[in-house]
Each structure stands twice: as C-alpha cells, then as structure tokens.
C-alpha cells in the first residue's frame, strides 16, 4: 500500500505546487497605475516611482528653482507620503491577490488509543474539498479586487495631484495678496501720520484725526489676517509635498498664470466625464464581478464545509502483533436547518447594492462635470471683468486723482483714499484670478480623474476701501 499512498501524495503536492506559482508584482502594480493616471495628474505629465535616491536628488534639483505648479505635482508624486500610502495599500491587496491563489494548507492529526494492553495509532490528512474546488474561482475573484484596488490607488494620485496643484494656487494667490495689503497699510499709515502732525499744529480736529486712525486699525488688522493666511497656505502645500527639514525654505513663484486668453467650449462634459473617469470605471467593474459571484454563492452554498480525509491506523495488541488499516472520509453538512436561503438573498442584495450603486455614480458624475464647468466658466468671465473692466478703471481713477492733486484740485486725503482703494481692486482682482484656477483644476479632476468632493466656490471680493475723510 506505501507505493499507492506515495503516489497520492505526490499528485496532492503537485497540485499544492502548480497552485502556488502566482507571485508578487510590484513593479506591475506600479506600471499599470502609471497608465491609469496618464493624462490626469493636474495637467503634468509624471513618471511614477517608488522611494529611492535618485528621486530624492530629483527632489532637491526642484526645489532650487522657484517652485510652480507643475514642480509642486512633480515633487509630490516622488516624494508624498500620501503617494507611497497608496502604493503601499496596492501592495497589501497585490499580497492578498497572490495569497488567494495558494491552496489551503491540508490538516494532519495524529491521534493515541489504548484499551489494556492494545494500542492504537491513527494518523488522519484532511484536505478541504471546497476550498480546493473554488481555488480558481477565488484566485479570479481576488484578481478582479485587485485591479479594482489599482483603479482606487489610480483616484488617490490623481486627487493627490489636484490637491497639490490648488495648494500651491492658494499659497501664491495668498503671498500676492499679503503685498497688496502692505501697500494698503502703508498708505493708511501715511494718512494716520500725516493727519497727527495736523492735529498738533492745530489744522485738523481729534475727529478727523480718529477717523484716519480707524482707516489705519483696520489696515493692520487686515494685513495680519492675510500674514497668517499666507503661512497656513504654505504649510498645506508643504504638508501635501512631504518636505521636512531645510526642505521646507523653498521658494514659491510670484505670480499665478495668466488668464487664457478665451475660455474652451466644453459642450459634451457629461459624456466626457461617464468615459474617462475612474470611479465609473470601478463601479461599473465592481458590479460585473459582483455578478459573477451571485452564481457561484448559488451553486456552491450547499457544498460549503465539504472535506475530503485519509486516514491511517495502526493497531498493536499485547503480544506485539500489528494490524494496519487504512481509507477515505468524506465530510459532506447536511442542509437540515440553513437550507442557504438568506445566504442567497444576501448575495442577491449585494449585487442590487452595486447596481444602484452604479447609477448613482452616474448620476453624481453627469452633475459634478455639469457644476464644475459652469463654475469654471464663471470664474473666467469674473476674472476678466477684474482685468479688462475695473482694475483698468481704477488706474484711471487713480491717474486722474494724481493730476488733481498736483494741480491743487484735490486734497492729500482724496488721494490716500484712492490709493487704498486701488490696492483693494487689484486684490479683488487677484482673488477672482485665484479662484479660476482652482475652478480649473476641479475641472479637469471631474471630466478626468474622480469626484472632487466639495467643487470650489467662488468667494466674496476684498473688503472694500474705507471712505476719504469728510471736510478739511
């Protein structure tokens, strides 16, 4: 009987072999999120890697240089922690992928019997029938979760990517506007100063002197709101880049992009969206393979706990003689209390789940593109009303008020004043550039990428210029 068994063996392990032969794939994994996020990294085009010194020193010959927007993303999708966290967690379902592949281990137990002076041996292999029979299933099913998994660290580059480019967006936006106040400030000071050497020498009363320092309190206060507002941009971007150390005394460009010169017609942003964007595409994979299993819970609900055993006593009485016996357990439930009926209903309800999942995916995705563009048009139409209409007339304000006064038509107050409101125009100006390239980026996240959450709003324009003081 040992040749027998031997070869029994030798078929099991065979078998334990060829279903062991899936591995790790890393350096796949990497490859296939690369081409999921191709095209949809904020507008920059980005090799993605893993931690190594190469892309360290790549990180550092960046931040040499004033950093822009299209340097951010590259910093971050080489250097972000939360880039290697989605990596990472592409890993640890690459494993589960490669684990769900491997038959189950079979069980063996041995066992001691004595009644007087006999002893018995049994010594028991047990394999799991089922387990054995859905290796291919399962093996198929964790692959799907696994590309499933891809299409997700794929939506947390892209995000991430988004994310990057608005921070730096706002941290530059913020520094602008923290100039324009100190001119604010700088101009309230004068008046302040100028209107208290009028009041000493008897020229002005304590109620215009109040008034202009007022102006000037404001100012100030302004003006550390927009210091602090400026910091706290700039720790977001640096947060979102993973800088430490003396990599946080980078330097950011001056200035953000200028306007495009006509704004692109976007007239099929729907079907752009329902064809590009990941998450339809994970929804839609998600429930096709929910289906799939709906049919195997079904077939194979009864088989559960299935177990195939071969067993092996040996048998030795008192007087040394030794009786062999050997055979096949088959363990098979019987479906006498839980005939699989709310096993069923649950597989059934899980596949409903997806598909009204899918829809409302559809649905969410028709309105975002349709909420992101009309934002993002109005925003252009906003910015170039600043640049073309009131920022121009400002400056024409402006001039004209210079020439009064030099021609001793206005008073010094007329001009302080028009200098405080100039700088606020410049900077609702600032605000409104601002916020169409955020609307961009939220943009080009919702046609391409996934849902960006909370779209940006426009915001409320700079507080407006406190009026001249009356009568000198």
């Keep these: 009987m040992k040749p027998r ?56 010959e960046l931040l040499q240089a004033p950093l822009t927007a299209e340097s951010a993303v590259r910093i971050a ?54 387990g054995l029979l859905l290796l291919p299933w399962k093996s198929q099913w964790q ?92 720790e977001k971007l640096t947060r979102l880049l993973g800088l430490w150390g003396t990599q946080t005394q980078y330097t950011l460009s001056t200035r953000l992009p200028e306007l495009p010169a006509q704004p692109t017609a976007l007239n099929d942003v729907e079907a752009r969206a329902l064809r590009e964007r990941l998450d339809v595409r994970a929804a839609v994979a998600e429930t096709t393979y929910v289906a799939d299993a709906l049919g195997l819970v079904k077939t194979t609900g009864y088989l559960d706990g299935l177990t195939l055993a071969y067993k092996h006593s040996s048998t030795v009485d008192g007087a040394g003689a030794r009786d062999e016996k050997h055979g096949w357990e088959l363990e098979l439930p019987l479906p006498i209390f839980d005939w699989g009926g709310a096993r069923n209903a649950r597989a059934e309800a899980i596949y409903l789940q997806s598909a009204v999942r899918v829809r409302n995916v559809a649905v969410q995705v028709r309105s975002e593109a349709r909420e992101a563009y009309y934002g993002w048009r109005t925003a252009w139409d906003l910015a170039r009303h600043y640049r073309e209409e009131v920022v121009p ?23 302080l004043g028009e200098v405080r409101a100039q700088s606020l125009a410049v900077n609702q100006a600032l605000e409104a550039q601002r916020d169409f390239w955020l609307a961009d980026a939220d943009l080009q996240l919702t046609l391409t990428g996934t849902s960006p959450g909370a779209l940006t709003q426009l915001r409320g324009g700079a507080t407006a210029a406190a009026p001249a003081s009356q009568g000198h």
């Design 5 to 60: 068994f031997m070869r029994r063996g030798a078929l099991a392990l065979a078998a334990l072999l060829l279903a062991g032969c899936a591995t790790l794939a890393p350096e796949q994994n990497l490859a296939d999120v690369q081409q999921l996020t191709e095209g949809r990294t904020a507008g920059v085009p980005v090799q993605l890697r893993r931690p190594d010194p190469q892309a360290e020193a790549t990180v550092a």
């Design 77 to 130: 999708l080489l250097h972000s922690p939360a880039l290697q966290q989605a990596l990472v967690t592409l890993d640890i379902s690459d494993a589960q992928r490669v684990q769900a592949g491997r038959a189950p281990n079979p069980h063996f137990s041995i066992a001691e019997l004595a009644e007087g002076e006999t002893r018995e041996i049994e010594r028991t292999l047990r394999f799991d029938v089922v």
């Design 143 to 234: 692959g799907r979760q696994h590309e499933l998994a891809k299409l997700q660290a794929a939506q947390d580059i892209v995000r991430l990517a988004t994310e990057v480019r608005k921070a730096w967006i706002n941290a530059v936006a913020a520094e602008q506007s923290l100039q324009y106040l100190r001119d604010v400030q700088a101009a309230a000071e004068a008046g302040a100063e100028l209107a208290r050497r009028m009041t000493r020498v008897g020229n002005f009363s304590r109620l215009q002197q109040a008034r202009e320092q007022v102006v000037l309190a404001d100012a100030a206060a302004q003006l550390a709101r927009a210091q602090q507002r400026a910091w706290s941009e700039r």
């Design 393 to 415: 007339l400002r400056r024409y304000i402006s001039d004209e008020m210079l020439l009064r006064y030099n021609g001793m038509l206005s008073s010094v107050w007329d001009l």
